[in-house]
């Protein structure tokens, strides 16, 4: 099993910064990828970041291309999202996952494991 726990969301005016984490334990080495997602009340989830841990290659969606980055510190065995210029469209939960699964780890489907979540609200 892999278990992961999100943190670092909060509330923020726009044009701030908030930095995402999600911590790992459990049987780890076999993750293939691991990605962040958000959903917004009402609206579908959306794919917001991946990363292959293999090679640390990363993907962001064009929605917050250029002002969200994503990375991993192998040796906490920590996600990071780092989240700058923040509008209120980013307003939403946001959810870290993991995948064993040789993929390209592109939908929700890939990701067998989940955080619970942590609440990213941007005023103004």
């Known amino acids: 099993q892999v278990q992961l726990v999100e943190s670092g969301g909060g509330s923020v005016r726009t044009g701030g910064s908030l930095r995402l984490s999600c911590a790992t334990s459990g049987y780890t080495d076999s993750t293939h990828c691991m990605g962040w997602f958000r959903q917004a009340p009402g609206k579908e989830r959306e794919r917001v970041a991946r990363?292959?841990?293999?090679?640390?290659?990363?993907y962001v969606a064009a929605s917050v291309k250029g002002r969200f980055t994503v990375s991993q510190d192998n040796a906490k065995n920590t996600l990071y999202l780092q989240m700058n210029s923040l509008r209120p469209e980013d307003t939403a939960m946001y959810y870290c996952a993991a995948s064993a699964v040789s993929g390209v780890c592109a939908d929700a489907y890939e990701y067998n494991y989940w955080g619970q979540g942590t609440q990213v609200t941007v005023s103004s």
């Open positions: 990363l292959y841990t293999g090679d640390g290659i990363t």
